[in-house]
């Protein structure tokens, strides 16, 4: 029973460039989360997602960064003219949705923009 | 979703049983309290949840007081492996989303 996978698991970039992170959930479960962890801090929520919906943003910068879960495939992280500032762990995590909705995290995408 | 306390710290010695405290005194009925842990720069683990009873799986135990302000996550037989940083956190389930707010947590040090 596979858990959740994430890829690439690090991932380089340099300023200006895309980085694009993917998150495949664990079966069985629609629902998808996207938490940021910058050095040597805690993990903040970003994104919640369910198929084809994102249902909460409030954490997500409002410029350069998106998300997507589609009908078909991984749910996509995209940050576009990455900056030294989004260094970072990235980390997703999925849940079936339902009481008590428990969630299960992947090994994350480490991020590092030169 | 409740505020939690934790220390920042503890040590145990290896073999010995790990009592992690944690204080959601704000906890209203319907939130469960959570615990993962972090280690090193992993993804967070799940580790066990409890509404108002105790809980045991293979990994741990959950205490729950009975006037569920606080709990308290006991590692039977703590190893090395299990040095890591401990999240207590409370939510309630909401359809419209469940997010996980982690604050500093316990950072436990396992010890030969």
């Known amino acids: 029973n596979a858990g959740v996978m994430q890829n690439p698991r690090h991932l380089v970039r340099r300023r200006g460039q895309e980085a694009r992170l993917r998150c495949s959930p664990m079966?069985?479960?629609?629902?998808v989360y996207w938490y940021r962890q910058l050095p040597e801090e805690g993990l903040k929520f970003m994104v919640y997602?369910?198929?084809?919906?994102?249902?909460?943003e409030s954490g997500m910068p409002k410029e350069r960064f998106s998300a997507e879960f589609p009908k078909e495939g991984p749910s996509i992280l995209r940050i576009q003219q990455v900056v030294r500032g989004d260094s970072a762990a990235y980390f997703c995590?999925?849940?079936?949705?339902?009481?008590?909705?428990?969630?299960?995290f992947g090994p994350g995408t480490r991020l590092t923009v030169l | 979703d409740a505020k939690t306390t934790q220390p920042p710290s503890m040590d145990c010695a290896e073999g010995r049983a790990a009592n992690l405290p944690c204080n959601h005194s704000?906890?209203?009925?319907?939130?469960?309290v959570y615990w993962y842990r972090q280690i090193h720069s992993q993804g967070p683990q799940y580790i066990i949840h409890g509404l108002k009873n105790n809980e045991t799986n293979e990994m741990a135990s959950l205490i729950i007081t009975e006037d569920r302000k606080s709990s308290t996550l006991i590692l039977p037989h703590a190893t090395l492996r299990d040095t890591a940083v401990y999240y207590c956190i409370v939510r309630v389930f909401n359809n419209a989303g469940n997010m996980l707010t982690f604050g500093g947590g316990t950072r436990l040090m396992v010890k030969p």
């Open positions: 079966k069985g479960h629609s629902h």
């Open positions: 997602l369910q198929k084809e919906n994102i249902i909460d």
């Open positions: 995590a999925s849940s079936p949705g339902r009481a008590p909705d428990t969630q299960y």
């Open positions: 704000t906890i209203s009925g319907n939130e469960y």
